[in-house]
């Protein structure tokens, strides 16, 4: 867009309206540029300003024309159609991008050279320090995993921490930047802030050297109250009433409300925090916390959901809050509850109650801790039987509100995997040892700190096998459907992984499942320097991401071979009969439990309460027409759909077994 100088008759038209400027020749502007569209503007430094033809409608239908008044501007660029009035103080050092709606505004500048939050430390997990994760327009969830726990490799932390230092120079300027179409109004101070495509900020109180990684596909919202500083906003987040943040990263598609009080922590994608308190937290996609009384410190969570009260101790009142903890990923705290760090909760964990002692559950998923007589009870594998883990595990890719289409976080919702059945295998050889050791008629059992009744092991044992033959032979069907084979020779040809890739330890990168393996690779590759940019290694995680069933299937033909003993070589359509069979009577057996599960819910006790006056006749008919009929419930119905379908898949896929010769 060409620029030009004023005319004298412009300015003169200009001071009529109560303009004013330090040097009228530094102001430049592009043709169909009306000085009727100024009033009560003063200009100073070097001013670019483009034309203003457009009328903004807003809400209730009032109407108002672009241009400038009542503001004072210092060395900034103002692009076509932008309304900018009633600033109380200044606007100084920025470029405005065109169709910009800015009213009743405090102030906003850039002051000296600004990152805009890139290369701000956190200090996640350790409040007194050592696991630093540098904040940066790019990070994902995956590389501030590694980054705050890979100290280990001092080599690799360092040449990551200058790639992302290299980065946050490249951000480095005087000139802060307002995209297209954002809309500002009634806030306060917003200083050394990086502001995005169709960004919305109203009412926010101060913003403080951050970016706003606002677009057009995923706008970020700021409400009323908002306090900022030192942070960095991802694409579609939200956050509103009265949230302060400092030292954070916020995700995309995360909302943080109510009140929300977060420092020193990490949020990414689809997070969502209100009313509580972080502290020194990382966050991964999909942590959930709703309650005034919550607060998370010193932690690392993903598919998450804090009850109400929850809380954790990150000091023992000796060296200071040095101390750390982790709950694997889908794991759930009841109201109360309470964690002494260091621990370890193994995924899809839930935990009841106040638990005192260090315990380390990670090879343990899908259990219970409750708290008895000040003790930690273990209760292994009895969540595979809870209605709500599936019902959990379906609702968090429905969940997504991720729109960009450039997502920096690769998320695995499976809720059965490599890396939780893995688990479920050392758990069944753990469990199995504590019976040889300590007898098999024992009334309980120790292990990490914990209690384990004889009959919650044998259950376990139970449980864990039922998981691992539906995973199992869910890996045969789905790997056999994919090349649907005539003979023996293409069975065992379709059954061969595409490579080596996969086999070994699984782990859970924040949200990505990917081997070991492939890990340690890409982390090598950054050591020497053969991956040297952040794009790279994102690229690389992308890439895992999307290879997940090729990878998968090495890891479970790794493991069928040595379950069922079988031999790639020899194996016969009627050993994989047997397989299928084995996942058929897993999968039934495991939702006729879940039926079960959920028939609880519509109890007489759960009935309890309702028709609040009436007779036992009306307390039922209350309940039903708030809660609908047991058989009527959508998740029951696709409980009993699911194993329609699974059994006419394992049927159908064994007839075509028998009729290969």
Avoid at 176 to 184: D, L, N, Q
Wanted: charged fraction near 25%.
């Amino acid at each position: 867009m060409e620029h030009r100088q004023l005319t004298s008759e412009e300015i003169q038209a200009l001071k009529a309206r109560n303009c004013s400027a330090e040097n009228w020749d530094n102001i430049l502007v592009s043709g169909g540029f009306r000085t009727d569209r100024l009033s009560h503007v003063h200009f100073s430094g070097k001013i670019r300003l483009g034309a203003f033809e457009k009328t903004f409608i807003l809400p209730g239908g009032l109407k108002k024309h672009s241009g400038l008044n009542r503001v004072s501007l210092h060395n900034c660029e103002i692009g076509n159609n932008v309304l900018i009035e009633n600033v109380q103080n200044y606007i100084a050092n920025y470029i405005i991008a065109e169709d910009c709606f800015i009213q009743n505004l405090d102030a906003m500048y850039v002051e000296g050279v600004s990152t805009f939050g890139n290369g701000v430390e956190v200090p996640v997990l350790n409040e007194t320090g050592g696991r630093e994760v540098i904040i940066n327009d790019k990070l994902s969830a995956h590389f501030a995993y590694i980054l705050a726990l890979y100290r280990h490799r001092p080599d690799l932390v360092r040449k990551m921490q200058e790639l992302v230092r290299f980065y946050a120079q490249k951000q480095a300027s005087t000139t802060g930047t307002v995209g297209k179409r954002v809309k500002i109004i009634n806030s306060g101070l917003i200083r050394n802030v990086g502001i995005g495509n169709d960004a919305v900020i109203e009412g926010a109180c101060r913003l403080e050297n951050g970016s706003i990684n606002s677009n057009e596909h995923d706008p970020v919202h700021i409400g009323y109250g908002v306090i900022a500083e030192d942070f960095i906003l991802s694409s579609g987040s939200h956050v509103e009433d009265g949230t302060m943040l400092t030292r954070c990263f916020v995700g995309q598609a995360c909302h943080l409300g109510h009140n929300y009080s977060a420092g020193d922590s990490l949020f990414f994608s689809n997070c969502r925090g209100e009313n509580g308190e972080a502290c020194a937290v990382f966050a991964g996609p999909y942590t959930v916390t709703h309650h005034k009384s919550t607060l998370l410190i010193a932690g690392m969570f993903s598919f998450m959901n804090a009850g109400s009260g929850s809380n954790q101790s990150n000091h023992m009142y000796k060296l200071g809050p040095i101390h750390q903890g982790i709950i694997e990923r889908g794991g759930k705290t009841t109201s109360d509850s309470y964690i002494l760090w260091p621990a370890k909760i193994g995924a899809f964990s839930l935990i009841m109650g106040r638990h005192y002692r260090n315990s380390d559950t990670s090879n343990m998923p899908f259990s219970y801790l409750i708290e008895s007589n000040d003790e930690t009870v273990l209760v292994p594998g009895v969540n595979l039987r809870s209605v709500g883990t599936i019902r959990d595990a379906r609702k968090f890719p429905k969940r997504d509100e991720r729109k960009d289409p450039d997502k920096l976080d690769q998320i695995n919702f499976n809720l059965l995997s490599p890396y939780t059945v893995q688990k479920m295998f050392r758990a069944v050889e753990i469990l199995k040892n504590l019976q040889q050791t300590s007898g098999e008629t024992s009334d309980t059992y120790s292990y990490q700190s914990c209690k384990i009744k004889n009959s919650a092991l044998k259950n376990g044992l139970e449980l864990y096998d039922i998981a691992i033959n539906k995973f199992l032979g869910n890996s045969v069907i789905s790997r056999l459907s994919k090349y649907d084979p005539k003979s023996k020779e293409e069975m065992r040809a379709c059954l061969k992984p595409d490579s080596g890739a996969g086999s070994g330890e699984w782990w859970d990168i924040a949200g990505l499942l990917a081997p070991k393996s492939e890990i340690d690779s890409l982390l090598d590759k950054i050591e020497s320097g053969e991956i040297s940019t952040l794009k790279e290694i994102n690229d690389t995680f992308h890439q895992l991401h999307q290879n997940y069933y090729s990878l998968e299937w090495t890891w479970a033909w790794e493991k069928i071979r040595k379950y069922y003993t079988v031999n790639p070589k020899t194996i016969e359509p009627r050993d994989i009969i047997h397989i299928i069979e084995k996942w058929l009577d897993a999968v039934v057996k495991l939702d006729r439990i879940l039926y079960e599960d959920a028939k609880k819910e519509f109890s007489l006790s759960a009935q309890t309460g309702f028709g609040a006056d009436g007779n036992n006749e009306e307390q039922a008919l209350d309940f039903e027409q708030v809660r609908g009929a047991f058989e009527e419930n959508t998740f029951v119905q696709s409980i009993l759909e699911h194993i329609e379908q699974k059994t006419n898949l394992g049927e159908k896929m064994i007839e075509k077994l028998i009729l290969i010769k």
